[in-house]
């Protein structure tokens, strides 16, 4: 029997009355003074906690032999900081990521004139490059994106590669991580395509929220579509695009993911260059259907990163869109403020200060400057300009923070959907290692919350299958929530249940040892109850047959315990 409990971290809240959305550019005042000699163009950015200090640092990929650098937030402003690593080269993404699951972060850097590099933290700091012991390729791969998630769940974190090789003879490459420090190529037997696609960068996610994670590709030039490849559940991939309606042609950029209009299926935005982004709205049933110009969203400039993200905490989520146009006698916007009205359309307000966001710009990433619930960003922009920092202003509407931690799943929870239910209305957020342009956001997840002060229940579907469920969440604080804590019932261990057959297609048989009375429950893929059966005790039957396919979840409760099971539904 497990026992885990439920870590409430500190939190700071000013609150602040200020009714409208309002961002200034902060990156001088606050310690990001990067121009003259440091060369950067095209280069991703991370905005993520490394140190574990609870407050989230920034990272940056670096051109020519300037090595990648590391700046740590003291208390809302940012101090640069050596390690003893130097990194130089073209590097392109820059991940952390805990590929061994042992607590710390270990740092992942794609590069694209040089090989990849995997370096591992001892915990505290001191990095020893493992790349060749954990089978990366010491050959260059011309690689641009990196991107994380455990498409086996097994709980170790997997790598694709996007490799942007000009020649198209180069592959990207899916690795997996044998759960023992090394990674294995399994491009092959995986069915990733075995010739170049100019790639960007990827992400992983379930774009039919079957319980398997699937791989979206961003791919350069219109001749090179988008790539979706399924998840088929046993180690291999096949290719969805055409019939999806994902494989978009495009000069694009981002991967960006996020369930935009809250119907419990992740949607993916696209940049791309004046011919206007695209906006593919997940239609629930394994296609997408493009909604950029009917959302407001098409952009139709030089776009390259973009994320999401609830500005003003006014429960819905808003749109940054990098720009590389610096001229606003072009005619084409130098960066894009989309703000999420009703019906999930977008206006561009003309008060959020972005009046002078007039840079050369490419990657960037959301993070919480200063720990105020408000979400901030960094952008990217190419040398000899600075980089900007765009610091929220705040509000008064109300805010939680997530943050996750695996036991079973990778430690990381990358992969894991977040589920907050305010008066009967549904928030989802979902966990990534490597999104958007380049990107790493915070590994802390913001749902705004409007006037609410409480969440009436707080969800998270775990990578593993487990559950947790908190409910009456009080506003305005940081949660950490470990894998199995689930309000502090005790979870049940899993043999003293057997469901049987799995997958299933007319019924299931629950055998158990408990002696005691026990309640049944089966949740859908998006935590949403199909129905409840009660029993006294020992063997039962569940009749299935007017299931749907898919994934489903099980829960056996007792008066003291329960246990959740991942199911499948033929």
Same mark, same amino acid.
């Given at each position: 029997?497990k026992?885990?409990? /439920?870590?409430l971290l500190s @939190?700071?809240?000013?609150?602040l009355?200020?009714?409208? /959305?309002?961002?200034?550019e902060k990156?001088?005042?606050?310690?990001i003074?990067i121009t003259g000699?440091?060369?950067t163009? #095209?280069?991703?950015?991370s905005?993520?906690?490394y140190?574990?200090?609870?407050?989230d640092?920034?990272?940056?990929?670096?051109?020519?032999?300037?090595?990648?650098?590391?700046?740590k937030?003291?208390?809302?402003? @940012?101090?640069?900081e050596?390690?003893?690593?130097?990194?130089?080269?073209?590097?392109?993404?820059?991940?952390w990521?805990d590929?061994?699951?042992d607590g710390?972060?270990?740092?992942f850097?794609?590069?694209?004139d040089a090989?990849n590099?995997?370096y591992?933290?001892?915990?505290?700091?001191?990095f020893?490059?493992v790349s060749g012991?954990?089978g990366?390729?010491n050959t260059?791969?011309?690689t641009y994106g990196?991107?994380?998630g455990?498409?086996?769940?097994?709980?170790?974190?997997?790598?694709f590669?996007?490799?942007?090789d000009?020649?198209?003879?180069?592959?990207n490459?899916?690795?997996?991580?044998n759960?023992?420090g090394t990674f294995?190529?399994v491009s092959?037997?995986a069915g990733i395509?075995n010739?170049?696609?100019?790639s960007?960068c990827?992400?992983?996610?379930d774009?039919?929220n079957?319980?398997?994670?699937?791989i979206?590709?961003?791919?350069d030039r219109f001749?090179n579509t988008?790539?979706?490849?399924?998840?088929?559940?046993?180690?291999? !991939?096949?290719d969805?695009?055409?019939?999806?309606g994902?494989g978009?042609?495009?000069?694009?950029?981002?991967?960006?993911?996020?369930d935009?209009?809250y119907?419990?299926?992740?949607?993916?935005?696209?940049?791309n260059t004046?011919e206007?982004?695209h906006?593919l709205?997940n239609?629930?049933?394994?296609?997408?259907?493009d909604?950029a110009?009917?959302?407001?969203t098409?952009?139709?400039? /030089?776009?390259w990163?973009a994320?999401f993200?609830?500005?003003d905490?006014?429960t819905?989520?808003d749109l940054?869109?990098?720009?590389?146009?610096?001229?606003?006698?072009?005619?084409l916007m130098?960066?894009g403020f989309?703000?999420c009205?009703?019906?999930?359309?977008?206006?561009?307000p003309?008060?959020?200060?972005?009046t002078?966001d007039t840079f050369?710009?490419f990657? =960037?990433?959301?993070?919480?400057? =200063? =720990?105020?619930g408000?979400q901030?960003? $960094? $952008?990217v922009?190419q040398a000899p300009?600075?980089?900007t920092?765009w610091?929220?202003a705040?509000?008064?509407n109300?805010?939680l923070?997530v943050?996750?931690e695996?036991t079973t799943?990778n430690k990381?929870g990358?992969g894991?959907r977040?589920?907050?239910t305010v008066?009967?209305?549904?928030?989802y957020?979902? &966990?990534?290692c490597?999104?958007?342009?380049?990107?790493?956001?915070?590994?802390?997840e913001?749902?705004?919350l409007? &006037?609410?002060?409480?969440?009436d229940m707080?969800e998270? @579907?775990?990578p593993?299958?487990?559950?947790?469920?908190?409910? =009456?969440?009080?506003?305005?604080?940081a949660?950490?929530?470990i894998?199995?804590? &689930?309000?502090?019932?005790?979870?049940?261990?899993a043999e003293s249940?057997?469901?049987f057959p799995?997958?299933?297609?007319d019924?299931?048989?629950?055998s158990?040892t408990i002696s005691t009375?026990?309640?049944v429950?089966?949740?859908?893929s #998006?935590?949403?109850e199909v129905?409840?059966q009660?029993?006294q005790?020992g063997?039962?039957?569940?009749d299935v047959s007017s299931?749907?396919s898919?994934l !489903?979840?099980?829960e056996?409760?007792t008066?003291?315990t329960k246990?959740?099971q991942?199911? $499948?539904i033929?």
């Amino acid at each position: 029997m497990k026992n885990y409990t /439920i870590v409430l971290l500190s @939190f700071l809240y000013f609150p602040l009355v200020q009714a409208q /959305i309002l961002f200034e550019e902060k990156a001088v005042e606050l310690g990001i003074n990067i121009t003259g000699s440091f060369s950067t163009q #095209l280069g991703g950015v991370s905005f993520y906690d490394y140190d574990n200090d609870g407050w989230d640092d920034l990272t940056f990929a670096c051109k020519e032999n300037f090595s990648v650098r590391f700046f740590k937030n003291n208390s809302g402003t @940012f101090v640069e900081e050596t390690f003893n690593i130097t990194i130089p080269g073209h590097s392109k993404q820059v991940l952390w990521v805990d590929y061994d699951n042992d607590g710390d972060n270990d740092l992942f850097v794609a590069r694209l004139d040089a090989a990849n590099k995997l370096y591992n933290n001892d915990g505290n700091f001191n990095f020893t490059d493992v790349s060749g012991i954990a089978g990366i390729p010491n050959t260059i791969l011309y690689t641009y994106g990196a991107s994380f998630g455990d498409y086996d769940n097994d709980g170790d974190l997997d790598l694709f590669l996007s490799n942007k090789d000009d020649d198209k003879i180069i592959p990207n490459q899916l690795y997996r991580n044998n759960g023992n420090g090394t990674f294995t190529d399994v491009s092959l037997i995986a069915g990733i395509s075995n010739v170049g696609h100019l790639s960007f960068c990827s992400s992983f996610f379930d774009y039919n929220n079957d319980g398997f994670l699937d791989i979206y590709i961003s791919n350069d030039r219109f001749a090179n579509t988008n790539i979706l490849y399924k998840n088929d559940g046993d180690g291999t !991939f096949t290719d969805v695009s055409a019939s999806s309606g994902a494989g978009v042609a495009a000069n694009a950029m981002s991967t960006t993911i996020d369930d935009y209009n809250y119907d419990g299926y992740l949607d993916i935005y696209v940049t791309n260059t004046v011919e206007g982004n695209h906006l593919l709205k997940n239609n629930g049933d394994g296609t997408f259907t493009d909604l950029a110009t009917a959302s407001g969203t098409i952009f139709n400039s /030089i776009g390259w990163g973009a994320n999401f993200f609830d500005a003003d905490n006014d429960t819905d989520l808003d749109l940054y869109v990098c720009s590389m146009i610096n001229n606003t006698a072009s005619g084409l916007m130098t960066s894009g403020f989309y703000q999420c009205d009703t019906g999930y359309s977008y206006t561009v307000p003309t008060t959020a200060g972005f009046t002078n966001d007039t840079f050369t710009s490419f990657s =960037n990433a959301i993070g919480d400057i =200063n =720990n105020d619930g408000y979400q901030d960003f $960094v $952008v990217v922009n190419q040398a000899p300009e600075n980089h900007t920092l765009w610091r929220n202003a705040g509000g008064t509407n109300n805010w939680l923070k997530v943050k996750l931690e695996g036991t079973t799943s990778n430690k990381a929870g990358i992969g894991a959907r977040i589920k907050a239910t305010v008066n009967g209305q549904a928030m989802y957020r979902y &966990t990534l290692c490597g999104e958007a342009f380049l990107g790493q956001n915070s590994a802390t997840e913001i749902f705004g919350l409007g &006037t609410e002060t409480t969440i009436d229940m707080l969800e998270i @579907f775990w990578p593993s299958g487990l559950v947790d469920t908190l409910t =009456n969440v009080t506003a305005n604080q940081a949660l950490n929530v470990i894998e199995g804590s &689930t309000l502090g019932i005790n979870e049940e261990n899993a043999e003293s249940f057997s469901v049987f057959p799995n997958p299933a297609s007319d019924y299931m048989m629950i055998s158990t040892t408990i002696s005691t009375p026990y309640t049944v429950t089966v949740f859908d893929s #998006l935590g949403k109850e199909v129905f409840v059966q009660k029993e006294q005790n020992g063997q039962t039957k569940l009749d299935v047959s007017s299931l749907t396919s898919g994934l !489903f979840f099980l829960e056996i409760r007792t008066a003291t315990t329960k246990t959740v099971q991942k199911v $499948v539904i033929q």
